[in-house]
């Protein structure tokens, strides 16, 4: 069965520093693959998405992620963290169906610092 | 536009309660799901409904009953709620085919007492 590490439980960044969140994937085929961001109390906003094509996807934010096929990587970064970041990331991936099963990792939650 | 909506926001049961957690989706979406939410375990499925008329269970199925009621609306049923489903209950969409991405309601925070 596919699954999705996360292996950061919490990270700390600095306001106007960069951010990189790690996310593996476990699946025998490549996955449709997404980043979701959860501010406190609400629900899922998707950040971007990645279908094929080019690696790089640009999302909304500023945010950004790169797919690596070698590594079943797809991480999230950005340049300059804002202190509205501040929340909890998800990764997940579905399978390649007319529907789609997400498959979440355990999350990242992000801390800005000032 | 109000996207997904879920209905209630809280609530609370004591254990061998009954309860329906109520979602519709103005956006004209085939597919609609049903995930919890537990610390330090992402969202997990709960069941979805692939279209109109179809259901079928996810990862974490027993406990919970769904009913896909129209195109629109998808409830999720407790029929005797337990203190391990204190969870934040998530209904999400799509509009069904491929390459396209899930929209999310606000969320149900459970207790169960």
């Known amino acids: 069965a596919q699954s999705v590490t996360q292996p950061d439980i919490h990270i700390t960044v600095s306001e106007g520093a960069s951010l990189e969140l790690r996310c593996n994937y476990s699946?025998?085929?490549?996955?449709?693959l997404f980043w979701y961001v959860q501010s406190p109390g609400q629900g899922l906003q998707l950040l971007l998405k990645?279908?094929?094509?080019?690696?790089l996807v640009q999302g909304i934010k500023g945010f950004e992620a790169e797919f690596k096929r070698s590594q079943s990587s797809f991480n999230l970064r950005k340049p300059s963290v804002h202190w509205s970041d501040a929340a909890e990331y998800f990764c997940?991936?579905?399978?390649?169906?007319?529907?789609?099963?997400?498959?979440f990792g355990t999350g990242t939650r992000l801390l800005v610092s000032p | 536009n109000a996207g997904v909506t879920q209905t209630p926001k809280f609530q609370v049961l004591k254990t061998g309660q009954s309860m329906t957690l109520q979602c519709a989706q103005d956006?004209?979406?085939?597919?609609m799901y049903w995930y919890r939410q537990d610390p330090g375990m992402g969202l997990r499925l709960i069941y979805y409904?692939?279209?109109?008329?179809?259901?079928d269970k996810g990862e974490v199925p027993n406990g919970y009953n769904v009913s896909r009621l129209n195109k629109r609306e998808f409830s999720l049923r407790l029929e005797s709620a337990a203190p391990s489903q204190t969870s934040v209950y998530f209904c999400?969409?799509?509009?069904?085919?491929?390459?396209?991405?899930?929209?999310f309601g606000q969320g149900t925070r459970l207790t169960v007492v």
């Open positions: 999400a969409s799509t509009p069904g085919g491929h390459r396209t991405a899930a929209f």
């Open positions: 699946y025998g085929a490549t996955p449709y």
């Open positions: 990645y279908f094929s094509g080019d690696t």
């Open positions: 997940a991936v579905a399978l390649n169906t007319g529907f789609q099963k997400l498959v």
């Open positions: 956006m004209n979406h085939n597919s």
């Open positions: 409904s692939a279209s109109e008329g179809t259901t």
